[in-house]
């Protein structure tokens, strides 16, 4: 699994990096970078463990007038009762669908959207490989100096494959908020 994990990761980055080539070539291409400070807090964990993602990183650009691709990364510390260590690493996609229609491709993105996204992560404490589905309903909050702000929630499932062979599914909730500019 962890072959699979590192060669989606991979294939991921080379296409935001195709895209970013793609895009520096015309005049008019837009850009978002931001962070998305994050907690995770699992049913399974013991009273006072979390993890904390320390490279928040966001990305994400429009596809047409209507949809963006934004990718976030995880790679999440964890703060456990007996040892802290890193625990989670892997990533965020989602296809933001924005209700009001832009008049160019290439503006910031804003207004009320809804998105199906995927998550792929590994838990290196627990031992075991996540892959997430959800549909994530929000609002981008732009300012007038390309700055934005992102509200919204995600509901949706996860499936966990253990290293022991055993698999299960469980709920999935987030709250994002993410903050950066349009470049």
Same mark, same amino acid.
């Given at each position: 699994?962890?072959? #699979? ?7 991921? =980055?080379? &296409? ?12 008019? @291409? ?5 962070? /998305?400070? @994050?907690? %995770?807090?699992?049913?399974? &964990?013991?009273?006072?463990?979390? *993890?904390?993602?320390? =490279?928040?990183?966001? &990305?994400?650009?429009?596809?047409? #007038?209507?949809? *963006?691709?934004?990718?976030? @990364? ?11 260590? =890193? ?5 965020? %996609? ?23 996204? =995927? ?10 490989? /996540? ?12 300012? *007038? ?12 499932? %996860?499936?966990?494959? &253990?290293?022991?062979? *055993?698999? #299960? ?6 709250? #994002? ?7």
């Amino acid at each position: 699994m962890k072959t #699979k994990l590192r060669t989606v990761i991979l294939l991921v =980055f080379v &296409y935001l990096f195709s895209i970013n080539c793609i895009s520096a070539q015309r005049k008019s @291409s837009v850009n978002f970078i931001g962070l /998305n400070p @994050s907690i %995770t807090y699992e049913p399974f &964990y013991e009273k006072g463990e979390l *993890d904390i993602n320390v =490279f928040p990183l966001v &990305y994400q650009t429009p596809l047409s #007038k209507r949809i *963006d691709i934004r990718v976030s @990364s995880i790679v999440n510390y964890g703060i456990r009762n007996t040892n802290n260590s =890193f625990s989670h690493l892997g990533f965020q %996609t989602a296809l933001p669908i924005f209700f009001k229609l832009k008049e160019e491709k290439n503006l910031p993105s804003g207004g009320l959207f809804i998105a199906p996204g =995927f998550g792929v992560t590994r838990n290196l404490i627990e031992k075991h490989s /996540n892959v997430g589905l959800w549909v994530e309903p929000g609002y981008n909050l732009l300012f *007038d100096d390309n700055f934005a702000i992102s509200f919204s929630a995600q509901f949706g499932a %996860t499936h966990f494959w &253990y290293d022991n062979g *055993d698999t #299960k599914w469980g709920n999935h909730f987030g709250i #994002k908020i993410i903050i950066g500019m349009w470049f």
